[in-house]
């Protein structure tokens, strides 16, 4: 089976069952590496930065040899196993079917009018304090959320499942997983967690650069705004402290005719942040709904045009039997 046949298979699956919470996952198995090999390095290198590089080397090298040894020893037993190891792996690290659930649980909550619920709700996909958030503060954390992570958790996953397989994609989901876990910008972590930051951010930032056209692209086969999008990337992009994250809130804010971030609390304290897009209209609960649907249809163009330099060699290929059966 060709790599973009296995990648398309793995989509496929993501998109019909999503993540099911009992099955085992990588980033849970990195997670635990992670909290492994923290004590010993920060213990035996005094020098936190220089801890944080080594344990991010490790986990990340780790990841990625386990992950050639499953397929290299998979596909030695039959390569139809090999196969379907292959696209196990690629599948555990979309999340586009992930994140569509779970904006749509805040979504049905505040549409029941169910206020604690919905914070509680959008308290799984965002990193900030939502025990005071109004309906306003819920459905910006939510539409924030699904703009970020249709490059984090769709596009960038998918881009390196194309270039390399199983293997490129564990690759990547090992930094961005110990961003999650050591990119909190506190004393405990602020020089430990700057390898892991770094590494996630250069994995991200090809895919993030990518995802913008597909999102202007999505955005007006959508009948949203895509010029507005792209306004409000050239404004409001380099605003981020993320190199990435900018690309994607700006894009989704613009597209939407909306304003996303802003102070947010974190851990108790009010934290500044940049505004994203003009208010071209309020923010109103069906927000969720479009933001989710401009996710389906970035990571649908993604997908296309990742395939489709691979699909365009088909026909070539097959005149070529045709020549050579003449």
Not at 116 to 144: F, H, I, K, Q, Y
Not at 221 to 248: E, F, T
Not at 297 to 305: C, D, H, N, P, Y
Request: with cysteine; glycine share 8%.
């Amino acid at each position: 089976m060709k790599l973009w046949q296995k990648v398309l298979c793995a989509s496929v699956i993501d998109v019909l069952i999503g993540d099911p919470p009992s099955m085992p996952h990588p980033v849970r198995l990195i997670g635990r590496l992670a909290a492994v090999v923290e004590a010993p390095c920060r213990s035996r290198i005094p020098n936190e930065k220089a801890a944080g590089v080594m344990v991010a080397a490790i986990v990340v090298s780790a990841s990625t040899a386990t992950a050639l040894t499953l397929e290299r020893a998979a596909r030695r037993l039959d390569p139809r196993v090999g196969d379907l190891v292959s696209i196990g792996l690629i599948y555990t690290c979309l999340a586009a079917r992930d994140l569509a659930d779970h904006a749509e649980r805040v979504q049905q909550r505040l549409r029941s009018q169910d206020l604690p619920g919905a914070r509680e709700a959008v308290s799984r996909m965002v990193g900030r304090d939502t025990a005071n958030l109004g309906v306003d503060g819920v459905v910006r954390a939510a539409v924030e959320s699904v703009a970020e992570n249709t490059t984090d958790g769709v596009v960038a996953p998918l881009f390196h499942a194309f270039v390399g397989g199983a293997p490129a994609v564990i690759a990547f989901k090992a930094p961005s997983t110990l961003d999650s876990i050591f990119g909190y910008k506190n004393a405990r972590y602020l020089r430990f967690g700057w390898a892991s930051a770094r590494l996630d951010d250069l994995a991200n930032y090809l895919p993030a650069r990518l995802a913008v056209p597909c999102t202007v692209l999505a955005a007006a086969i959508l009948r949203y705004s895509p010029r507005g999008a792209i306004a409000a990337v050239r404004r409001d992009a380099k605003k981020h402290a993320s190199p990435n994250s900018g690309l994607a809130e700006a894009a989704f804010a613009g597209a939407s005719g909306v304003r996303l971030e802003g102070p947010v609390c974190r851990a108790g304290r009010q934290v500044s942040a940049p505004f994203f897009g003009e208010p071209r209209r309020p923010l109103e609960i069906n927000d969720i709904a479009r933001a989710v649907s401009l996710m389906w249809a970035t990571s649908g163009l993604a997908t296309f045009f990742f395939v489709l330099p691979r699909w365009r060699a088909v026909p070539e290929r097959f005149d070529q039997r045709l020549r050579s059966a003449g």
